[in-house]
C-alpha cells in the first residue's frame, strides 16, 4: 500500500518557524520527485515547493521564496518543508505529493503532475 505521511503542522506565532515532514512507505519513493502544496479555507490547492528525486533541483512559488526550503533524505523516504519566517497568509493545510515516474530529474508544479498524496497537516500562523 503507498502511502504518504505528513506531520509536524501546528500554531505557531508570525514570523516562527515549522518543519514539516512527509514519511512515504514503499521502497521506490527514494527515486520519485516530490512537492508540497497547500489549501486554504475557501481557496484552491496551490503549489508550494517540489524537489526532484535525487534532491539537485528545487522549485519554490513565488509567495514562499527566501522563507520555505525544501529538502529529502532518500535514506528515509521523507522530505522536510523547513518553513521560516510564517506569515498569517502561510495558514493552510499543507499536502506532501509524488510523482509516479522514477529518476526524474525536473521538480513539477502543477497538482496534476502528482499521483501520490497524504492526508494533509493543518498549520496555522497567528497574527
Known amino acids: 500500500q503507498v502511502q504518504l505521511v505528513e506531520s509536524g503542522g501546528g500554531l505557531v506565532q508570525h514570523g516562527g518557524s515549522l518543519r514539516l515532514s512527509c514519511a512515504a512507505s514503499?521502497?521506490?519513493?527514494?527515486?520519485?520527485?516530490r512537492g508540497w502544496f497547500r489549501q486554504a479555507p475557501g481557496k484552491a490547492r496551490e503549489f508550494v515547493a517540489a524537489?526532484?528525486?535525487?534532491?539537485?533541483?528545487?522549485d519554490y512559488a513565488d509567495s514562499v521564496k527566501g522563507r520555505f526550503t525544501i529538502s529529502r533524505d532518500n535514506a528515509k523516504n521523507t522530505v522536510y518543508l523547513q518553513m521560516n519566517s510564517l506569515k498569517p497568509e502561510d495558514t493552510a493545510d499543507y499536502y506532501c505529493?509524488?510523482?509516479?515516474?522514477?529518476?526524474?530529474?525536473?521538480?513539477?508544479?502543477?497538482?496534476?503532475?502528482?499521483?501520490?498524496w497524504g492526508q494533509g497537516t493543518q498549520v496555522t500562523v497567528s497574527s
Open positions: 505529493a509524488a510523482d509516479s515516474r522514477r529518476f526524474r530529474s525536473a521538480t513539477y508544479d502543477r497538482a496534476n503532475d502528482y499521483n501520490y
Open positions: 514503499g521502497r521506490t519513493f527514494s527515486s520519485k520527485a
Open positions: 524537489i526532484s528525486w535525487d534532491g539537485g533541483s528545487t
